[in-house]
């Protein structure tokens, strides 16, 4: 989605400045109490201008007109940042909309006939096959075939990825093309629910709802509304009783600058703004909810091959041990994975290969294939003459063996640690009661990881790798990828433990996974972000995809969620800063009007206590649009622990606040006043 058409900026503006007027509307005004308040007394203000004095007050009609002048524009300008961001968003959404066009497909009809057919008509569960040069007609699975496919559309990176049945990457996505070979994929997704449909309601936002913080932080701004609204409505009690009279448009004028509209009426970009951030760092996040949560992550957890290695772990090398040797294993290792789909089991068909070692496999058509399961962590296949050939992990072909009375050769685990120790994964071959050797499967970790989990740390943010592999082999990768910790022979319920221990301490977790054995963790994991190039199961369990399928993007979407959430305390503490500011030049003001002699009380020296309080209220408005960039990109970041960037926003933000008022107003009293 990296599309530069989101810069043509003239028709955003034009739009968000049409949706500002009628986000007036009081029917939608009233989700957003603070303004809803300033709406009010707009409406009471105007009553003003048309009949100056039916409260009885001597305010001119000019100075109310003034006021109501100003209000309006303080609810424009907060409707006007609201209406930008989600104008960015169905920016986003139209680009995205280019991408889906309804495709002809070649539909396979259960008789095995091809039929053509419109990708609108394809259901779940559908066969379509899929050749070079033609587009994939809807989300699917691959379940024949190896094919290099175009996903530029959907991630913006030109270099086609590889998607092939079996294994972790076999998942595909509507409106990406086929560039070389030929697949057949099953549909998973009936038409309107398609990855691209999703993508496209989200960015829009038409399913936005408040995260629980917004939430939260509204009812904190609602309250403060209701107190000052107490506090502004007796303020003219107590008045009389000295005798003096405070006049409504002013009262309005205070009232307005003590509720917090900066917050109030900034609040919903930001949220907006955030997610809008995540999505040009081309990650999907399916809520806001799981953004905010992003910047509060304390333990992120890992799973070893495909995140931290590259995952194309490829046989390199045959390890007889005991008195078998090379030639006998790599032949039962052949045989038993002869149909074994996934990378792993095509690697040692693809040694063999290299090696020029043909099998016959016409002996074994009666064979009983048994896949891999990642929970008994073997797969291996039943001859129809009662022998039984597996590989998998040493642990598992052990216990195996061991179960049916054999013997396990002295030479083993020296062995498999050997391999284990270079940070390769070793499987055991055995048949029967017999285990002929190993298969040493060579794997990379992916470059940059060790900074990226040192960049972690710095956040106190602490890394666990979880994987289905042997201890050694994962203290390897662990220890050359700078992970905090690793658990090993992890089955995929023991990732879902490992994240509610972390959660019962309550901590948030994130978890990045590709497999379907993945799903159950991605979905109990607070932040769960799964890979694009992974399986649909994964996808669906988590509320993050990374269209780039790279884990250590991670850091950066905690990056943004920090940013999000801070961008909120600042301006929330600015807000609420500024009231001070205002107060002085108001409260002064308004008792000027009523007892002139209270000239003392003009601490700021402003020109007149009528300039005072437009002055103030001007200031109250135009700091809304002066601050919706800040709201947007959100405030400067750097990577440093949570108080300490506390204790600096309080003084940037709170300070800040209390000080740029004064001058502000004090500026724009000197303006008006030339005037007045
Ligand atoms: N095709 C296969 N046939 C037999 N055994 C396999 C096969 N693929 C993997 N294994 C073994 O099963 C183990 C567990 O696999 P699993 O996919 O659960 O975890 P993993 O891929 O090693 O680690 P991660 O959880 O980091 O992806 C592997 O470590 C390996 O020893
Ligand atoms: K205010
Ligand atoms: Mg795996």
Known sequence: MKNETFNTKAPLLRNALKESMIKLNPAVMIRNPVMFVVEIGLLITLILVIAPDVFGGTTSRGFNLAVALILLSTLLFANFSEA?????????????????????????SSSGAIQQVHSSELRKGDIVIVSQGEWIPGDGEVIEGLASVDESAITGESAPVIKE???????????????????????????????????????????????????????????????????????PWIASYVDIRLEVPILIA????????????????????????VTQFNVIATSGKAVEASGDIQT????????????????????????????????????????????????VLALLDTQGIALDMTAYKEAEWIPFSAETAMSGVQLADGRSIRKGS???????????????????????????????????????????GLIHLKDTVKPGMRERFEQMRRLGIKTIMCTGDNPVTAATIALEAGVDDFIAECRPEDKILVIRKEQSEGKLVAMTGDGTNDAPAL????????????????????????????????????????????????????????????????????????IPELELLNVMRLGSPQTAILSAL??????????????????????????????????????????????????IDEIISLWI
């Open 84 to 108: 930008l961001a989600e104008g960015r968003g169905r920016a986003q959404a139209d680009a995205l909309k280019k991408t889906k066009q309804d495709l002809l497909a070649r539909k396979i």
């Open 165 to 235: 049945s079996g294994g972790d990457f076999s998942s595909v996505t509507g409106g990406t093309r086929v560039v070389s070979d030929q697949i057949k994929i099953m549909m998973t997704a009936d038409p309107g629910e398609s990855f691209l449909d999703r993508m496209i309601l989200l960015v829009e936002g038409a399913k936005r709802q408040k995260t629980p913080n917004e939430i939260a932080l509204n009812t904190v701004l609602t309250s403060l509304t209701l107190v000052f609204l107490m506090v502004v409505i007796t303020i």
């Open 254 to 277: 205070l009232l307005v600058c003590l509720i917090p509209t900066t917050i109030g009426g900034l609040l919903s970009a930001i949220g907006i703004a955030g997610m809008d951030r």
């Open 300 to 347: 992120v957890i890992l799973d070893k091959t495909g995140t931290i290695t590259y995952g194309n772990r490829m046989a390199s090398e045959w390890i007889p041990v005991g008195d078998s040797d090379e030639q006998s294993l790599a032949r039962w290792a052949g045989i038993c994975s002869f149909m074994d789909d996934t990378p792993e089991g095509r690697s």
């Open 394 to 436: 040493v642990q598992s072909i052990k216990r195996w063996v061991l179960s049916q009375g054999g013997l396990v050769p002295q030479d083993l685990e020296l062995k498999a640690e050997k391999v284990a120790r270079a940070g390769g994964t070793p499987l055991a071959v055995a048949v029967d009661q017999t285990i002929y």
């Open 523 to 594: 979905a109990q994991a607070d932040v769960g972000i799964a890979m694009n190039s992974g399986t649909v199961a994964a996808k669906e369990a988590a509320n993050m995809i990374d269209l780039d399928s790279d884990p250590s993007k991670l850091i950066e979407v905690i990056a943004i969620g920090k940013q999000l959430l801070m961008t909120r305390g600042a301006l929330t503490t600015f807000s609420i800063a500024n009231d001070i500011a205002k107060y002085f030049a108001i409260i002064p003001a308004m008792f000027m009007i009523a």
């Open 618 to 667: 001007i200031f109250n408005a135009v700091i809304i649009p002066l601050l919706i960039p800040l709201a947007t990109k959100g405030v400067a970041y750097k990577p440093m622990s949570s108080s300490r960037l506390l204790q600096r926003n309080l003084i940037i933000y709170g300070l800040g606040g209390v000080v740029v008022p004064f001058i502000g107003i004090k500026l």
